[in-house]
Each structure stands twice: as structure tokens, then as C-alpha cells.
């Protein structure tokens, strides 16, 4: 997998546009024949693409991405390939964008065809044994992606869900404490007041304004 970084001006982020975004193209040689990129210093041909992120920089390589969303065909019109996203409940026809350069054909995407959504980024949270998925990393980058909000607002979304975050872990800590009880009756103080402990620290995580 390569990855080609591009500046692009506009992005439909839920109706409203970003100004200058860097954005990154995963990229897969159909043939997958490794010694292909033994004997050439560019881009493989035909050029497969699933996946396309938003970064923070230009710097190819750079472990610096936000967001990445999918993209399938959206037609040609010559040499022009068509890229889009997903739309809203679509199947993934898990199809990728293909384009050779060698050809003349070039990947194009129509003004609104690359949309980003909040579900997008919070895909990126992977749900524990309980189903809760952190929102901290999820509120950030969305925070990030679209117009900034005033720096107050900003600060406080952010301090709430970290706040949630923490107050969750500590709850497991306090599951975990009080659903282990063994050993010696002095133990078991000690595992209890454990729990009393995370508790205390999770109503002040959650009390907090």
C-alpha cells in the first residue's frame, strides 16, 4: 500500500466547506507483483483505490491522518475516472476505483462528491467487552475537521468527553474490584475500599464543570 498526498479546496464536510485540506489516496497495484516496485520509482499501473484520508500535513508517510472514508466508482466521462463516497445507507460494494495512468486517465472527484461525516470518524472508536466506545479521540477530530468552534467550546466538549472516558474506566475498575472478592477477609477489605476509591475518583470525574 502507497499513499499520494494532494491539497484539495473544498470539502463538503456535512454541508459546509473546509478551506485548503490535505488529503491521502490509498493505493494498491492491481497486479500485487512485488517486484513491480523493484524496477519503478513511480506510482503502479493500474492504480486501485479504496480509501481516501483527510491529514494534518502534506508529508507523505507522515503518521498524521484524521479521518479516512471510502470511496467507490462514480463513472468515467473519457479518461476521467469518478470517485465518490459512500452515501447514506448504501451497501459497500466493496468495489475499488480503478485508473491507469499510462492510459491518459486521470481520478477526478465532482464538487460534493467526497463527503465526511461524524459516524465516519467515530468508526475509527472500536467498542470494549461492554459495547462503550471512547469519545474523546471522536469529538477531537470532528472538532478538528469542521469549522472551529469558539476555543471555550472547544475546551469544554473536549474536557466533558474525557471526562466520560475516564468515568467509564473507572466504573470497570470498580466492577472489576467488587466482582473479585477472594482470600482472607482482609483482602476483601482491600478490594473493597479499592472500589470505594475508583468510585469516588469517577464522581469527580463526572462532577466536574
Known amino acids: 500500500m502507497r499513499r499520494i498526498a494532494f491539497c484539495w479546496t473544498g470539502l463538503n464536510v456535512l454541508g459546509g466547506l473546509l478551506g485548503d485540506a490535505f488529503f ?10 512485488p517486484r513491480h516496485f523493484l524496477k519503478r520509482s513511480i506510482m503502479p499501473n493500474p492504480i486501485e ?10 508529508e507523505i508517510g507522515s503518521n498524521d ?31 475499488p476505483v480503478i485508473f491507469d495512468p499510462d492510459a491518459g486517465e486521470e481520478l477526478h472527484f465532482r464538487p460534493g462528491s467526497v463527503q465526511i461525516t461524524i459516524q ?11 459495547g462503550y466506545a471512547t469519545i474523546s479521540n471522536t469529538v477531537w477530530t470532528w472538532l478538528s475537521v469542521g469549522a472551529p468552534p ?19 474506566s473507572l466504573y470497570t475498575q ?14 476483601q477489605r482491600e478490594q473493597a475500599f479499592a ?12 462532577g466536574r464543570q
Open 49 to 58: 483505490v479504496r480509501f481516501v484520508s483527510m491529514n494534518m500535513t502534506p
Open 120 to 130: 465516519d470518524v467515530d468508526r475509527m472508536a472500536k467498542s470494549g467487552p461492554d
Open 24 to 33: 491521502a489516496i490509498g493505493v494498491r497495484e492491481v497486479a500485487r507483483d
Open 195 to 206: 472500589a470505594l476509591g475508583f468510585c469516588e475518583l469517577l464522581c469527580v470525574a463526572l
Open 174 to 187: 470498580v466492577e472489576l474490584a467488587l466482582g473479585s472478592f477472594s482470600g482472607p477477609h482482609a483482602h
Open 65 to 95: 491522518w484524521l479521518v479516512a472514508v471510502r470511496i467507490v466508482p462514480d463513472g468515467r466521462d473519457g479518461p476521467k475516472v469518478y470517485g465518490r463516497t459512500l452515501k447514506a445507507g448504501e451497501v459497500d460494494p466493496d468495489v
Open 150 to 168: 469558539a476555543p471555550t467550546l472547544f475546551r469544554f466538549l473536549l474536557s466533558a468527553s474525557r471526562r466520560l472516558d475516564t468515568a467509564h
